[in-house]
């Protein structure tokens, strides 16, 4: 547990101060949001086609009303969050990139539904859009994070069970089982 909460902490501080660096933020960070713009108003135009974006802008031509996805509001933190948490836990890489990868599915997906949520409750009543964006959605993506990665470790096979994995010991037992592996093991003990 020592080494997963070191290697937390140290993949968390390495990967936000990664983030906010400025060639980070204009050749990833940036490009990475806009592309969640552009699907937002794809989506949108499935049933409202007076939606354009922008960059990061999503604006209604209608009203003119618009939203920017700053940074914060684009899951990026979120998957920061998933990532330090996979890969410091002890696991085949195989498991840790498909954990991610699904993390980061439901991770943009739920973030999509957060961003067209807001930009319709910005052009119906901006209390609500402030309180929403501010307190209910940032506090259900860090959740779809938390929820991810509990459900990544429910479906981790038992440690030493895996090709990848080496026993936890020379006898292929697990950390826990007192068995000596034979048949004598349901007898009496005898004193």
Partial sequence: MLRFSILFVVLILGLFTLEVLKPVQDNVILPFTAVIAHISVFLIEL????????????RDIDSGFAISIEPGCNGVEA???LFAAIFAFPAS??????????????????????????FYLG???????????LYLWQALIILDALVVWLIWLRTL?????????????SS????????TGSD????????
């Fill in 47 to 58: 049933f409202d086609s007076g939606v354009i974006s922008a960059g990061k802008v999503i």
């Fill in 79 to 81: 998957l920061i969050i």
């Fill in 93 to 118: 890489l195989k498991h840790k990139l498909i954990g991610f990868l699904i993390g980061f599915v439901a991770i943009q997906s739920l973030n999509l539904v957060r961003i067209i949520s807001l």
């Fill in 123 to 133: 052009q119906w009543n901006m209390t609500w859009f402030e309180w929403f964006h």
């Fill in 157 to 169: 096979p038992p440690r030493g069970s895996g090709p990848d994995d080496p026993p936890d010991d």
């Fill in 172 to 179: 292929g037992r697990s950390p826990g089982d007192q068995s």
């Fill in 184 to 191: 004598d093991d349901l007898a009496p003990a005898v004193t």
